[in-house]
């Protein structure tokens, strides 16, 4: 049996079945199945991911109980079959069918039979399969052409134009560049990139901040310059967040919601380790992956505490420099990273996270000394998390006036859609 395909199989079940984060999934999967070209598991199973929908409504067409009665061992097999026959044009038909029969044989019992059939019969018919008629039902048509949930799609046609929010769909489906943030602690620009490009990696300027590096090459992980701590994965549209609250040298910044930690590293080294962050989360555990990750980059000044950023520390009232307020939210904007985003079922806790972000705000605001900035943000595409949250706050407290705001837009941009906005307590 192939590696490729087995290691694509089980990291696609796993986040089927238990709901696994796509990448913390794909990269266990990538470590323990040791498959022979990591590159084409890795386009395997995002293509399948972000594809899902529209490789259902093919399934729907093949099998006359439809995909949804099928078991997950079958659908993912046949998802995966159909993606590499219609949508890999390096694999050749033969190695798409006989390598899902090998599967079927390994995973399901007495299947090989009707996946071999089925693929053959799109084999057959795939240029005659037609999606949903875009003039009787536009919704239902954008949904299965770039597999969406609906309520994604209905809440940005409410916000932006037809025509930019199939852009926008479109966009999501992309690859992302990876993208790398210096270390300023430990090197300059061109020294981190001629060490890359000695390595074999191509390299160019970022777009939007000083210290972003496009990269191109495999392993970016795996090598002795990220080990030593000369860099960190993140999107630029992330690192803008840190650039925008403008740490300083000495200040004393808080974080409110700091796991991860990519954004509470980034501050760290704009500040070269001068002054202190107090980075906060509710989780603990998490607060272990930041204290982890500055060790590696000779991060020295973050405390870490675990907080619940709705409540208020009233003895931090009125002593930081700098607030950093990323906010917990729908993740729309993240989609080419984590396309199982795309399927998220809008309920109750949807409703209510423009609730937990006002609460979060208001709590973070109390930290801001006179003159102070707090910067609000999310990964979000969604003006009621983003624009309504930050005018809301803006019109209940007069004390805090607005510096600047953005939402960045993958389709525009080129990076993550990002939102944030800068704000400043008025000294009077």
Do not use: F
């Given at each position: 049996m192939d590696k490729n395909r087995k290691t694509a199989y089980n990291a696609l079940v796993d986040i089927e079945s238990k709901k696994s984060y796509s990448n913390l999934a794909l990269n266990h999967h990538i470590i323990v199945g040791k498959p022979s070209s990591p590159a084409f598991v890795r386009e395997l199973v995002y293509g399948v991911l972000e594809n899902k929908m529209l490789l259902d409504y093919i399934i729907d067409q093949l099998v006359p109980s439809g995909a949804a009665k099928l078991r997950i061992s079958e659908l993912t097999i046949l998802r995966m079959g159909i993606y590499q026959l219609g949508y890999m044009n390096s694999v050749p038909e033969y190695a798409a069918v006989n390598e899902s029969v090998n599967l079927a044989k390994r995973f399901t019992s007495g299947k090989k039979g009707f996946v071999n059939g089925v693929l053959r019969a799109y084999i057959r018919e795939k240029f005659t399969i037609k999606l949903p008629d875009r003039n009787e039902d536009e919704l239902r048509y954008l949904s299965v052409r770039y597999s969406y949930e609906p309520w994604i799609i209905s809440l940005w046609l409410e916000q932006y134009d037809a025509e930019f929010v199939e852009e926008l769909l479109a966009a999501g489906n992309e690859t992302p560049e990876m993208v790398i943030r210096m270390n300023w602690l430990k090197t300059v620009k061109s020294d981190l990139m001629a060490r890359l490009e000695k390595k074999g990696y191509k390299v160019k300027n970022g777009r939007l901040c000083q210290n972003a590096i496009i990269v191109e090459g495999p392993e970016i992980l795996?090598?002795?310059?990220?080990?030593?701590?000369?860099?960190?994965?993140?999107?630029?549209?992330?690192?803008?967040?840190?650039?925008?609250?403008?740490?300083?040298k000495g200040d004393f910044v808080i974080d409110v919601c700091a796991a991860p930690g990519g954004k509470t590293l980034a501050i760290a080294e704009r500040m070269d380790n001068k002054g202190t962050i107090l980075a906060s989360d509710i989780y603990k555990r998490k607060l272990e992956l930041i204290d982890r990750e500055a060790k590696r980059l000779g991060v020295e000044n973050i405390t870490l505490r675990t907080w619940d950023a709705t409540r208020v520390d009233s003895e931090l009232i009125g002593k930081a420099d700098r607030v950093l307020c990323d906010v917990p939210c729908s993740g729309l904007g993240v989609v080419r990273r984590k396309p199982e985003i795309k399927y998220k079922r809008y309920t109750r806790e949807m409703e209510l996270l423009t609730v937990k972000q006002r609460s979060i705000l208001e709590a973070s605001s109390k930290y801001v000394k006179m003159g102070g900035t707090i910067v609000y943000s999310t990964c979000t595409i969604n003006k009621y998390e983003n624009d309504r949250v930050v005018n809301d706050f803006l019109a209940k407290y007069k004390e805090f006036e607005e510096i600047e705001r953005k939402q960045l837009f993958p389709n525009v941009d080129g990076t993550d859609g990002f939102f944030y906005c800068v704000m400043r307590r008025k000294t009077f």
């Open positions: 795996g090598n002795s310059i990220y080990e030593e701590g000369y860099y960190s994965i993140q999107d630029e549209a992330s690192m803008l967040t840190s650039e925008k609250l403008n740490p300083q």
